[in-house]
């Protein structure tokens, strides 16, 4: 949910200057990166050509290089095919470098090479030694960097990267798309889109707001104030619809975002603290100011348990406004806000945890803590399985409801007990897969049929891969699309609805509207801005590589899109009192709108898009 994705479009798209196979009105082209030290490669070095075979015209078969660090004589080879190029021989180069039984290539092997294909020796070396076609191999490896490509093979079908197997019939039918494939691709497209999420919050948002405002309108406020009970013998759990939406179902969206906390903290933008400055700081300042903002209008009034209203950025807002600005929001600005939102995600489960609690029961709590440890034994003696930590979840959760003290947490504390390693020694398991995978021989009239021993095989390749992934990041796999297509849009649905007449808009002048608007579209991006400017010039952090102190205060605005977290903590503010309630609701949602669209505007006005020249080589180009 907070991170990046990457672009899954091929850019740029085949030119002129790519080495092609196959005419250009072709039904399938097919874009590899590749290079040709990587053993991956080889081996998929011969399916290509038997795919070529297959398919004939149909087919237009493009390499692009992508030499590795991991591959030391990647680069000399990819400039050894471009050299063979320049004398009219890619593809002999090409098929000759991936055909001989190399385990490491060198210069000698390259010279070889081209005396076997009859090249011009002497220029061929001379072009080596000067590097010569490095320029275009660069060219090649940026393009690759752009698409999205992380590893070699990668392959783009008709010009959208092919995450799915490699095998003839699917990428025959990545190209061709039959309308049951169509309809996959299409929802599978949509919710691989950062802003997608965004998309349907905002749809279910603007339906509670028509619902609640309709004719029928009465029916929406007693949808969630429905009663709906849980008996277990002598004990009972009654909470109304609403309550089970913000008490119980959000607590599965909580424990997502604290798998990305502990992900962030681990491996990402959080885990050292010169990575870490930045973001933080930003995140205090962020949240600093607004409260101040808001204090100084409410302070002393019936208001003022609302303070930490402003105080919350909604990340599946702010991401998915970047996502749609493109180009525009550089990436490392992206990867910045995103470790800024987890961090302000933390500061907005402390303020819940600490502020927003009714009367505590500390005999409910002590029972929460020995929940906890139960879970962090499971944790220290390597229990993989989640089902031991859902079943001791949902018993810490149902502590935490009797405790008063808010039960979203125990979502948060549960994913930090969650194992984030892999098994100590992952080596056993790749020397499994790869024996499972070369000892897969069948006779040729067999290949083709769907048998128990091929079954076998799929079935252990798939224990063994999730036994390689560690359980944190597979539940935060697995839970990312519930909890940003499912579980916040329904949070909307259930909080969004406020009865809108002029009364309300009138209330918009009110303190504690003032507080809220001022605070999350004035107070977060002063917040961010003043004190990361501050540490800036202490010389503890700087800027993002590539973004502009005119980037960085524009999409400070962005942050100022309060709105899921913003209405969670209204909720938890002002749970007796439906009048500051509905005040709170529509504040939010003025404010949010602010931020989002002047924050927009300034983003695109003070950025840049990148270009592409004829000849596929990315330039920099201002607005």
């Not at 798209?13 to 039904?27: F, K, L, M, N």
């Not at 909470?239 to 906390?261: A, K």
């Not at 010389?539 to 962005?558: C, D, K, N, Q, Y």
Request: hydrophobic share 50%; aromatic share 10%; with cysteine.
């Amino acid at each position: 949910m907070m991170g990046i994705e990457e672009s899954k479009i091929l850019n740029p798209p085949v030119s002129d200057r790519d080495h092609t196979q196959g005419p250009e009105t072709a039904q399938i082209t097919l874009v590899q990166y590749g290079n040709y030290e990587c053993p991956h490669c080889r081996r998929i070095h011969s399916v290509m050509q038997a795919r070529q075979r297959r398919l004939g015209e149909r087919l237009r078969f493009v390499f692009r290089h992508l030499p590795t660090p991991a591959h030391a004589h990647s680069q000399l080879a990819a400039e050894a095919a471009e050299a063979a190029a320049a004398q009219g021989k890619f593809w002999e180069m090409h098929d000759y470098l991936f055909e001989q039984p190399y385990e490491v290539l060198n210069e000698e092997h390259f010279v070889q090479a081209a005396e076997a294909i009859g090249l011009d020796v002497e220029r061929f070396k001379r072009d080596l030694r000067e590097h010569i076609y490095a320029d275009h191999v660069k060219e090649d490896f940026d393009s690759g960097m752009l698409s999205g490509v992380n590893g070699t093979p990668t392959f783009f079908v008709n010009g959208v990267r092919h995450d799915d197997p490699w095998d003839f019939y699917s990428v025959v039918e990545a190209a061709e798309k039959p309308l049951a494939v169509k309809i996959r691709s299409l929802a599978q497209d949509f919710t691989s889109l950062a802003a997608a999420g965004s998309l349907v919050l905002l749809f279910n948002t603007i339906l509670a707001l028509v619902w609640a405002n309709s004719p029928i309108g009465e029916s929406y406020f007693r949808l969630w104030e429905t009663q709906l009970a849980v008996t277990l013998g002598s004990f009972t759990f009654s909470e109304h619809l609403l309550g089970w939406v913000n008490d119980g179902l959000m607590v599965i969206f909580f424990f997502v975002v604290g798998l990305e906390i502990k992900r962030e903290v681990l491996t990402g933008e959080l885990a050292s603290p010169k990575k870490a400055a930045l973001p933080i700081a930003g995140a205090l300042g962020g949240m600093i100011a607004p409260a101040i903002i808001y204090t100084a209008f409410n302070y002393g009034g019936p208001a003022m348990p609302g303070w930490g209203i402003p105080m919350a950025t909604d990340i599946a807002f702010t991401l998915g406004v970047l996502a749609l600005l493109g180009a525009r929001a550089p990436l490392p600005l992206k990867i910045f806000f995103a470790a800024l939102a987890i961090a302000d995600d933390l500061g907005a489960v402390l303020v819940i945890a600490l502020f927003y609690t009714s009367d505590i029961s500390f005999v409910a709590l002590g029972v929460a803590a020995i929940f906890f440890i139960m879970l962090i034994f499971l944790n220290r003696i390597r229990v993989y399985s989640a089902i031991p930590y859902v079943l001791l979840g949902i018993g810490m959760w149902a502590a935490f409801v009797v405790s008063g003290v808010h039960p979203t947490i125990a979502g948060v504390l549960v994913a930090m007990t969650i194992p984030a390693r892999s098994p100590i020694n992952i080596r056993p398991l790749l020397v499994q897969a790869q024996s499972v995978v070369d000892d897969f021989e069948v006779p040729e009239e067999w290949r083709d049929t769907i048998d128990s021993r091929r079954q076998a095989t799929i079935q252990t390749l798939e224990t063994i891969t999730n036994k390689m992934q560690s359980p944190a990041r597979r539940l935060e796999h697995q839970l990312n699309n519930l909890s940003i297509f499912f579980i916040l849009p329904i949070f909307a649905l259930a909080n969004a609805g406020v009865h809108l007449d002029l009364s309300a808009a009138s209330n918009l002048a009110s303190p504690v509207s003032l507080g809220i608007i001022l605070g999350l579209f004035i107070g977060k991006p002063l917040g961010v801005t003043l004190i990361c400017l501050t540490i800036i010039k202490l010389g503890l952090a700087e800027l993002p590589s590539g973004v502009t102190w005119r980037h960085f205060i524009s999409s400070t605005f962005l942050a100022g899109i309060g709105f899921t977290m913003s209405l969670f903590i209204a909720g938890a503010a002002f749970p007796d009192n439906p009048a500051l309630l509905n005040t709170a609701k529509l504040a939010i949602f003025t404010a949010s709108i602010l931020a989002g669209l002047i924050g927009s505007l300034l983003v695109y006005l003070n950025s840049s898009v990148p270009k592409t020249t004829a000849q596929g080589k990315v330039v920099a180009a201002t607005s």
